[in-house]
């Protein structure tokens, strides 16, 4: 099904938003001059081992060390080494490397210290051993992973995209042997652009309202695939898009821990430091809810849970509270629907089943935060003890409803606690037709409009 990606930008964010024709599939967010730590290549030294870990702890440059887990290898103090970030840094450890480098192109991940070929687990066999075959006589000393789209790419496609990648791990080479400190020595693509990379084969139209991040698609996108250059718009006013998409709903409902099925049960997902908890419920009265009503719910609870995992990017141990079932039969179909629904992202995900308590343990592949956690800050009302809407996406918010209101003079009222932010918001759009005001009896995620 084609798929659009539009790309909401304003000083501080930059929201993606992939959408199908009926809805937004992933929500993915770039914090404005920050940089893409994740699959970034650094050159590092080892600055000791860690006691009682298989790991040594790594300068890369940047505030903490990192840690790279050794699985069996000998490191020297002291000894500089190309390693790719796989998880980000947290409050309490630092990010997590690997020195087994992997660079993503069109139709091939090339493995520079790999030695086979690997194909996507969504490839037919005899499509593996086809590209296999074909591939074979192409590598020397290293490995790839054959994704899922190039079982429609011709041998020359794979031929020049694999030089590509060749080209570029040589530079990355160069640059390391050219560099004496800890560097990173290749950032990794931002987000919306990494959508492209994974999804170009099925866009049909890439929308954004930011001429610098258009300009920056299209210089990708000459070198990537020309043929997609005509489908990267700039529109300055994406209201229309907004609007089709229902973008403030699908924000709105991020941040909301209940998220109800149409057959009237709900799910709560609560995200904590150590995990993701769900817990699913039937709607029906307390002991209501028979064996098979329990697995009508849990299925749909299960479509809608995959979903909610791709749309909000979680990723870690997840822990799932299905309503209780006493047929292993039915525990297995509401796996296996889990593991369909998951799709192309089930290589991401392992599913372990349910435990003697009737909770379904699952992991997804963590590389950094969540979007609901990028875009939260602790809540400075309550003593930082919850989470609100991060200043960014709030004026980012307020902006767009104001943008309903061009040049009628409207007053603005919000908390004390987001006036101060707010008001350099204004002052540096020249929103001068808005009256700011601040108001105790609003929440924190609150605000209201009114004009004469």
């Avoid at 539009?6 to 940089?35: C, G, H, M, T, Y």
């Avoid at 139709?107 to 051993?129: F, M, N, T, V």
């Avoid at 089930?346 to 990028?374: A, N, P």
């Amino acid at each position: 099904m084609a798929k659009t990606l539009l790309i909401l930008s304003d000083e501080d964010l930059a929201l993606s938003f992939l959408a199908d024709e009926r809805e937004v599939q992933k929500v993915r967010v770039e914090i404005k001059n920050s940089p893409t730590l994740v699959d970034s290549i650094f050159k590092g030294r080892v600055k000791r081992y860690v006691k009682g870990m298989d790991g040594v702890f790594v300068d890369i440059g940047t505030d903490k060390d990192a840690y790279l887990p050794t699985k069996g290898k000998t490191y020297k103090i002291g000894e500089s080494l190309i390693v790719q970030l796989v998880r980000e840094p947290e409050e309490n450890r630092g990010a997590k490397l690997t020195d087994k480098i992997k660079l993503v192109g069109k139709y091939l991940i090339y493995l520079p210290k790999g030695k086979d070929i690997k194909c996507s687990s969504r490839l037919a066999s005899e499509e593996k051993e086809k590209l296999s075959t074909l591939l074979k006589e192409s590598l020397k000393d290293e490995g790839i992973i054959v994704r899922s789209i190039a079982y429609n790419a011709s041998y020359e496609e794979l031929k020049e995209d694999l030089e590509k990648l060749r080209e570029l791990w040589s530079s990355i080479e160069k640059r390391a042997k050219a560099v004496r400190k800890p560097k990173m020595l290749m950032e990794e693509l931002p987000a919306h652009m990494g959508l492209i990379r994974e999804h170009w084969y099925e866009l049909e139209e890439i929308v954004t309202n930011d001429p610098e991040l258009w300009s920056g698609i299209s210089s990708f996108l000459e070198d990537f695939d020309p043929n997609l250059l005509k489908r990267n718009v700039y529109i300055k006013d994406p209201y229309t898009y907004m609007v089709k998409y229902r973008i403030p709903e699908v924000l709105n409902r991020l941040f909301s821990k209940v998220v109800w099925l149409k057959g009237g049960g709900y799910m709560v997902i609560d995200e904590t430091e150590a995990f993701t908890v769900v817990d699913v419920n039937s709607g029906d009265p307390v002991g209501s809810c028979h064996e098979e009503n329990a697995l009508r719910t849990n299925l749909e609870a299960a479509q809608e849970l995959a979903r909610q995992i791709v749309l909000r990017d979680i990723g870690g141990i997840i822990l799932v509270d299905f309503i209780d079932m006493k047929k292993q039969e039915n525990k297995n179909l509401v796996i296996s629907r889990l593991q369909e629904a998951l799709g192309r992202e089930s290589c991401y995900t392992t599913i372990y089943g349910f435990t003697k308590l009737g909770i379904l343990e699952m992991v997804r592949k963590k590389r950094g935060r969540s979007v609901v956690r990028i875009l939260s800050e602790p809540c400075k009302a309550c003593g930082g003890k919850g989470y609100i809407k991060s200043s960014s996406l709030f004026n980012l918010k307020v902006q767009r409803e104001l943008m309903s209101y061009p040049h009628k003079k409207v007053e603005l009222c919000v908390h004390p606690l987001r006036y101060n932010s707010v008001k350099r918001m204004l002052e540096k759009k020249n929103l001068r037709y808005v009256e700011l005001q601040e108001s105790k009896e609003l929440g924190m995620d609150s605000y209201s409009i009114s004009h004469g």
